[in-house]
């Protein structure tokens, strides 16, 4: 996948589509990216259900409390991500593993439907670039700290740190990162939240 939204896709993004919710606990996903995912609860299973009676997209969204069985709207970040499911497999007769993968960062507009599942209206949310010097920058110092990091911290696996040298888009870079770090999720929903790319790449800084 590129950097920027498939053309189709961001045309869809355009027209505000309702999408079932998958909420998820204690993690969060950044556009671009591939996980794995087990849903067990009777809202998330239907929502997964709705999702592949389309086109297979959901939104993605963090909860604000890992603790939270049912989350309702007030209990979840209201920016998320647009995600694709690639894959799903049965395992249980209520558990699913599903690996989805991440295509747009989107904000809730409303929440349209609470049941059977949680459904919401989104827009689409775009990184605003910044002076291309000063985030070419960035994001050098951000890969240098990064590299020093993993060279550290054996958690980080060192080949991940290669491929983000490849990446010509720096949020790309930002997102995987941040993705990987042992942080609060609530600084990781932040970095998601922010639009601006010297912003995001500076909050990433601060961290590292």
């Given at each position: 996948?590129?950097?920027?939204?498939?053309?189709?896709?961001?045309?869809?993004?355009?027209?505000?589509?309702?999408?079932?919710?998958?909420?998820?606990?204690?993690?969060?996903?950044?556009?671009?990216?591939?996980?794995?995912?087990?849903?067990?609860?009777?809202?998330?299973?239907?929502?997964?259900?709705?999702?592949?009676?389309?086109?297979?997209?959901?939104?993605?969204?963090?909860q604000k409390?890992?603790?939270?069985?049912?989350?309702?709207?007030?209990?979840?970040?209201?920016?998320?991500?647009?995600?694709?499911?690639?894959?799903?497999?049965?395992?249980?007769?209520?558990?699913?593993?599903?690996?989805?993968?991440?295509?747009?960062?989107?904000?809730?507009?409303?929440?349209?439907?609470?049941?059977?599942?949680?459904?919401?209206?989104?827009?689409?949310?775009?990184n605003?670039?910044?002076?291309?010097?000063?985030?070419?920058?960035?994001?050098?110092n951000?890969?240098?700290?990064?590299?020093?990091?993993?060279?550290?911290?054996?958690?980080?696996?060192?080949?991940?740190?290669?491929?983000?040298?490849?990446y010509?888009?720096?949020?790309?870079?930002?997102?995987?990162?941040?993705?990987?770090?042992?942080?609060?999720?609530?600084?990781?929903?932040?970095?998601?939240?922010?639009?601006?790319?010297?912003?995001?790449?500076?909050?990433?800084t601060?961290?590292?």
């Amino acid at each position: 996948m590129t950097d920027d939204p498939q053309p189709d896709l961001e045309s869809k993004l355009k027209e505000k589509p309702v999408l079932p919710v998958l909420p998820l606990r204690n993690t969060l996903l950044y556009p671009d990216m591939i996980i794995p995912l087990a849903v067990g609860r009777d809202r998330s299973l239907k929502a997964v259900e709705q999702a592949t009676r389309g086109e297979g997209y959901l939104l993605i969204l963090s909860q604000k409390d890992g603790e939270v069985e049912e989350p309702e709207p007030d209990d979840l970040f209201r920016v998320g991500v647009m995600a694709k499911i690639l894959r799903l497999m049965r395992v249980a007769p209520n558990n699913l593993s599903v690996i989805v993968h991440g295509q747009g960062k989107v904000s809730v507009e409303e929440y349209t439907s609470k049941e059977p599942f949680l459904e919401a209206r989104v827009s689409f949310l775009e990184n605003a670039p910044g002076p291309p010097l000063e985030v070419e920058a960035l994001n050098k110092n951000i890969l240098s700290q990064y590299e020093k990091l993993a060279s550290l911290v054996p958690t980080i696996p060192q080949e991940m740190v290669a491929p983000l040298q490849r990446y010509e888009d720096a949020n790309r870079v930002a997102d995987n990162i941040a993705f990987n770090l042992s942080i609060p999720l609530a600084e990781k929903q932040a970095i998601l939240e922010e639009t601006g790319t010297v912003q995001r790449l500076k909050m990433l800084t601060g961290i590292l």
